[in-house]
């Protein structure tokens, strides 16, 4: 079992990141206090009749932080660790990531406590189900597209689908993006976040005057985000030293085969015992020496404890809030380049927007179409970021949170208060 020290409580960090940013552009306290809370919150009971024929109840959640500018939006987590804090974290972030990307929707997250690791695929299926319908009065193509995170995926949103549509009678497959393909799902959604994270990896070498092709990577996490990221990396020449996922940690320092690690993922479920490979720990992991680092796992992996000692010059937040508020001061002071998650990783939804879109016009691109307008809406974003970097000398988490927040604080200005 792999045990990076998680330390904090992500909901804390996303407070202080809203703060420090709001400070660094002299928000009006007004329009702070319409902004910074979610504005709903539903706590559900889901009970499940499991496969020996007994009762379990899980308990579940849906936040919605933000529609100030367009529906809410955000992925369903399915985790043993699933806090409402960390759900009220997740969807914070999400409306100010949409809004970074610019596009018209607003923050939400959902989750529910529980081992997906250790449930049966019917399991599974009727506790999603079950959620479903607790969580239907707010969920919808006009309100709040869920979408999958961490260990939900295409299935699962293939079954969100249908609960939805069979309760309301028609099918409505703009109620989730995500889906499979033949459900109306996007080309190119499955693998958006890695690509989206890559192409701003390519800003961020290219601002430096970094070499990708032969730069060093290093990836925690090896799931949807991180296996695509390190694939794509791997095909653009970089060399990716190191990887891990919730059971170990694997390393060769002339770099490992990546599509034969993601065959053997898919094969077996883990990373370890890949061969022409060493073990190492999840300390050593982090403090290897590389040119980039891609925390693809959870929140708090990196703290004020062991951001000393990380190794890289690039960090790419492929996941969400991996790195604390003192993390980011350490890492700061030693002169890394930071892509804060709300942008990094804003592929997925952003392709997700485009699913969304096409399930409404019931019209479907081709993959290229997607790549395409993904790698400009991720490499506009990173150059706005950039701008704001540059212009006020703030952190890029910050720079990122001035435009999110500020583009969410002209919103609610312009539609004021009601009544
Ligand atoms: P996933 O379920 O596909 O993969 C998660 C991976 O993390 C697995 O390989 C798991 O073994 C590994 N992991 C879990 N705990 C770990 C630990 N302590 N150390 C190292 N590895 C660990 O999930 P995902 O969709 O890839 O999500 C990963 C991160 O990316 C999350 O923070 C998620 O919120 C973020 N993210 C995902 C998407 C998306 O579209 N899937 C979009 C934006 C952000």
Not at 298 to 317: C, D, P, Q
Not at 350 to 368: G, R
Not at 386 to 408: C, F
Request: hydrophobic share 40%; proline share 5%.
């Amino acid at each position: 079992m792999l045990t990076t020290t998680m330390t904090g409580n992500a909901y804390d960090v996303a407070l202080e990141n809203f703060d420090t940013a709001a400070d660094a552009m002299s928000l009006d306290n007004d329009v702070r206090e319409m902004i910074k809370y979610p504005e709903r919150i539903l706590t559900v009971t889901v009970p499940v009749r499991m496969d020996d024929g007994h009762i379990h109840r899980f308990e579940g959640y849906r936040v919605q932080h933000s529609m100030v500018r367009g529906p809410a939006k955000g992925g369903i987590r399915f985790h043993p660790q699933v806090t409402l804090d960390e759900v009220k974290a997740l969807a914070t972030w999400m409306t100010w990531k949409c809004a970074v990307v610019n596009i018209p929707f607003g923050g939400a997250k959902g989750g529910i406590t529980c081992d997906p690791k250790h449930m049966s695929q019917d399991e599974l299926q009727r506790m999603t189900r079950r959620y479903t319908s607790a969580i239907l009065p707010l969920i919808g193509p006009e309100r709040d597209i869920p979408a999958p995170d961490v260990y939900t995926n295409s299935q699962t949103m293939a079954w969100i689908m249908d609960t939805y549509s069979m309760t309301k009678g028609y099918p409505i497959p703009g109620v989730v993006t995500g889906k499979p393909i033949s459900l109306g799902g996007s080309l190119g959604r499955n693998e958006a976040t890695g690509r989206g994270v890559f192409y701003t990896i390519q800003s961020a070498c290219e601002h430096l005057h970094m070499q990708l092709a032969g730069a060093t990577v290093v990836v925690q996490g090896f799931g949807n985000a991180g296996s695509i990221t390190a694939q794509l990396l791997h095909e653009a020449g970089a060399k990716v030293i190191a990887v891990s996922d919730s059971t170990g940690c694997v390393y060769n320092k002339n770099g490992l085969d990546i599509p034969e690690l993601i065959h053997m993922k898919a094969l077996v479920g883990h990373v370890e015992g890949f061969p022409e490979s060493e073990p190492i720990t999840p300390s050593q992991l982090l403090a290897l020496k590389c040119d980039i680092l891609v925390p693809a796992a959870l929140e708090n992996t990196v703290h004020a404890e062991n951001a000393a000692m990380l190794g890289a010059k690039i960090v790419a937040e492929a996941a969400n809030g991996p790195l604390t508020p003192a993390a980011d001061r350490i890492l700061e002071s030693k002169g890394v380049f930071v892509i804060p998650d709300i942008l990094c990783n804003a592929g997925g939804v952003t392709v997700s927007y485009f699913e969304w879109v096409q399930d409404e016009q019931h019209l479907f691109w081709e993959a290229q179409d997607v790549y395409n307008r993904l790698e400009r809406v991720m490499k506009t974003s990173f150059r706005d970021v950039l701008k704001i970097h540059q212009e006020r000398k703030v952190p890029m988490r910050i720079a990122a949170n001035i435009l999110g927040i500020g583009r969410v604080a002209e919103a609610v200005q312009l539609r004021s208060i009601y009544p």
